[in-house]
């Protein structure tokens, strides 16, 4: 169950020709960078966490390194009406009425959706996908509107978002046109049925994933299966299917994260509400199909108490020599550990990572590396194992387990509800949430080096997105905030 507390890759392509008219909105961001020609040699970053295994690691990065980043600053700042809760996305070399632009992508939480040019925070178009007004106090102003991370598809020339009044949009990716036939009602009853977590995009397929919107109202936590092509709601995994059951909400930020290769769909749930709080596939770890078809679930150990969510996505890594594997955080503070392929049979590790006493969430996704062949776990609450700060583990063969590597104690602690990181560069970068910045540390050793400062004025709870050069951060101070060399 969401709680007021818990509010709180890359891959290269040219954009196709748009022939529709722009959509635009006179604004002017805040500052201005100087101006650069759009590069086709740039990347893209086309999802949460840079791709399907929401690993958060951008792996082509080179201008960011742990010799350049303490020269970071402030390049422009974009204005919008709300907060904004998702990360950005970005696709370079755009074809928009204007010419070739590298764009970056973000929504707030009343409902607009802009494309910004990445260079110069430059409005290129604007949409409102629509927003609810609710009583629920989970959000800022009590407005719901765009929360769940967007997703671009290059071969369609398309970019999928969802509005606060639960419709899935498909717009041309350079004039935010919505596409004919779109968009798709996943609810009717957005304030009570919400989509929170990213939405995922393999082949002609998309998966959202619908959490509480209000709590302890009647709703459905769900995996939602959209054809592009169709468009059509063609697929369902409901997680407490049972007849009068409700509750089961899949809110992690990340949605679901997709093993392509294996047809595989994971995802995280939420509790039940009333008794037992673990009824049908609550407070679980799933593993689906790509139609959605159950395959194994595991509802492991928690420590007592209630509200026990998984407020957070699997991650998909693989070591040499190890399985396949997923780490996944829940509420009770505890990181879990599990091989894809023995779901079922529990987890094979899990580390206490927050104290057995705290009253605070554990949510959020870590970050895994596969340059370090390390993950890294944002924390804010000190414990007799971990600090406040950013946590590295690192796992090698045989063991296959996770052992602590470095914990680097920075920022202020409790109640923070730090974002999840991202790792490029040799560099693994967080937002600290309610501290209202955001920092950069050496993936290897752990040293801090850079700061975002006083810059931002309002909570930063979703990770950063650093490509080309550029570290974007999404707060609700209704800014987004993008720092370069």
């Known amino acids: ?55 958060g690691e951008n792996p082509n990065e080179t201008t960011l390194t742990p010799t350049t980043v303490g020269s970071l600053s402030q390049k422009w700042v974009y204005k919008l009406a709300g907060a904004l809760s998702n990360p950005p996305v970005e696709a370079a070399a755009v074809s928009t009425p204007s010419g070739s632009r590298d764009l970056v992508f973000v929504g707030d939480e009343r409902g607009n959706f802009a494309a910004l040019d990445e260079h110069t925070g430059q409005l290129v178009w604007k949409r409102n996908l629509g927003g609810e007004t609710t009583t629920c106090n989970l959000l800022p102003s009590d407005q719901y509107g765009i929360t769940a991370a967007a997703v671009i598809d290059r071969l369609s020339n398309r970019i999928y978002e969802i509005g606060g009044t639960g419709r899935l949009y498909a717009l041309v990716l350079g004039t935010g046109a919505v596409v004919p036939g779109w968009p798709v009602v996943l609810t009717t009853s957005p304030t009570h049925d919400y989509a929170w977590g990213a939405l995922g ?108 969510d998984f407020g957070s996505t699997p991650v998909l890594f693989q070591v040499a020599g190890c399985p396949t594997q997923f780490a996944v955080q829940n509420k009770d503070g505890a990181l879990f550990l599990y091989d894809r392929d023995s779901v079922g049979s529990g987890p094979v590790q899990s580390v206490q990572v927050l104290p057995s006493t705290s009253p605070l969430p554990f949510v959020g996704l870590p970050a895994w590396s596969d340059a370090t062949q390390m993950l890294y776990v944002s924390n804010d609450v000190d414990s007799s194992s971990f600090k406040h700060g950013m946590i590295a583990f690192s796992e090698t063969a045989p063991s296959c387990t996770l052992t602590e590597r470095w914990n680097t104690v920075n920022g202020p602690t409790h109640v923070n509800e730090p974002s999840p990181p991202t790792v490029a560069g040799d560099v693994v970068y967080n937002g600290d949430g309610k501290g209202n910045q955001v920092f950069a540390y050496n993936a290897t050793t752990g040293a801090l080096l850079w700061s975002s400062g006083t810059s931002i004025t309002g909570p930063a709870f979703s990770p950063p997105t650093v490509v080309n050069g550029m570290v974007f951060v999404a707060s609700w101070d209704h800014e987004l905030h993008a720092y370069g060399l």
């Open 1 to 55: 169950m969401r709680s007021v507390a818990d509010s709180t890759r890359l891959r290269r392509g040219i954009g196709l020709l748009a022939g529709i008219l722009l959509a635009t909105g006179a604004i002017v961001p805040r500052a201005i960078a100087t101006d650069r020609a759009a590069s086709g040699t740039l990347v893209d970053w086309l999802t949460y966490g840079g791709s399907l295994s929401r690993t």
């Open 201 to 308: 995009l393999t082949g002609g397929s998309i998966y959202a994933v619908m959490g509480s919107g209000c709590d302890n109202a009647p709703y459905h936590g769900r995996v939602v299966e959209v054809s592009t092509g169709t468009p059509a709601i063609v697929a369902t995994f409901y997680v407490t299917p049972t007849a009068g059951a409700s509750g089961g909400a899949i809110w992690g930020w990340g949605g679901a994260s997709v093993d392509v290769g294996a047809g595989a769909v994971y995802a995280a749930t939420g509790n039940a509400i009333g008794t037992p709080q673990n009824a049908g596939y609550s407070e679980a770890v799933l593993r689906l199909t790509t139609a959605l078809g159950l395959v194994a679930y595991n509802q492991p150990p928690l420590l007592p108490g209630s509200d026990l």
